[in-house]
């Protein structure tokens, strides 16, 4: 039976749907409510009382730092844990958050294990008590649903460590923070793109891209995720603006028939909803049709 409340804010079901399923699978203990904005969110934590928030930064009508910035003003919810899940991992963006008081910072994509343990430590003894109170081990189960997946695209092993892109603790206060990942750049009359994942970054060109999906293609020999893995696609959009766009692995396949090929289509299916984001795609969608990129 639960015993303690968390909100899931964010404006893309799937991250939504995600964050509630791992925290279903590994703290059977947590109730989840979602909100698909910070207007709502904040409609709904005016009404109930919740023990921990897990928000978006970038979200259409009122943002995730706008919500911290009311919620750490309301005496109920000064020190109840705000967990900020974005992809904006610079050290600018960490540090603001810091000022205004959020307790952990997870960088998208991320892993379910990664999740789970900033739930942990901003819990702390109040999760340990209520999982021990039910019964239930603080150690995580094996993700089925994960190992289906690898299993299915016979998933690699992931990259070195050296290659990862953690998201700093924040008792380090983001000196360490990673700098952002280079966005997709024009190289002659192919657009390069980086697309993130939570365990490697996918070095591509840019095949086709629309305000649903882009199909990127990129060289075998690079760690390749899963099926429904997150991603998230950096894109310039020019004069030095950037568009975080979040989604998850559609589909992957040989670019030729050959079975010793060197390629793989890797298709990127988008899940924001923020009208904002799906502006800066038109813009760019145009651009690369023009033949502009």
């Not at 995720?225 to 589909?251: C, F, S, W």
Request: charged letters at 25%; a positive charge.
């Amino acid at each position: 039976m639960a015993t303690l409340k968390a909100l899931v804010v964010d404006d893309a079901s799937f991250v939504r749907d995600l964050v509630k399923r791992t925290i279903r699978q590994r703290f059977p203990v947590i109730e989840t409510t979602d909100a698909q904005n910070g207007r709502r969110a904040q409609s709904l934590m005016s009404r109930a009382s919740f023990d921990l928030i897990l928000c978006d930064w970038e979200m259409p009508e009122m943002s995730g730092l706008e919500l911290l910035q009311w919620m750490r003003q309301q005496p109920q919810y000064e020190k109840v844990p705000f967990i900020m899940i974005t992809s904006r991992g610079d050290k600018d963006h960490v540090i603001e958050a810091v000022k205004e008081g959020v307790s952990e910072y997870l960088g998208k994509p991320f892993s379910p294990e990664g999740l789970s343990k900033k739930i942990i430590k901003v819990m702390g003894s109040t999760l340990s008590h209520a999982m021990g109170r039910s019964g239930k081990s603080m150690a995580g189960p094996a993700d089925a649903f994960k190992e289906s997946a690898a299993l299915l695209t016979q998933k690699r092993e992931p990259a070195p460590p050296a290659a990862e892109q953690p998201t700093p603790a924040l008792g380090a206060l983001a000196p360490s923070a990673p700098a952002s990942p280079k966005p997709a750049a024009a190289k002659s009359s192919m657009s390069l793109a980086s697309v993130r994942f939570a365990e490697s970054t996918l070095k591509s060109v840019v095949k086709d891209i629309n305000l649903t999906e882009v199909r990127v293609i990129a060289k075998r020999d690079q760690s390749f995720p899963g099926i429904l893995d997150q991603a998230v696609v950096d894109i310039d959009i020019g004069e030095g603006q950037m568009a975080r766009l979040n989604g998850y692995v559609h589909q992957l396949q040989a670019v030729d028939k050959r079975r010793d090929t060197d390629f793989v289509s890797v298709t990127i299916r988008f899940v924001d909803e923020d009208p904002k984001k799906m502006e800066d795609l038109s813009r760019f969608v145009a651009r690369f049709r023009a033949g502009k990129r």
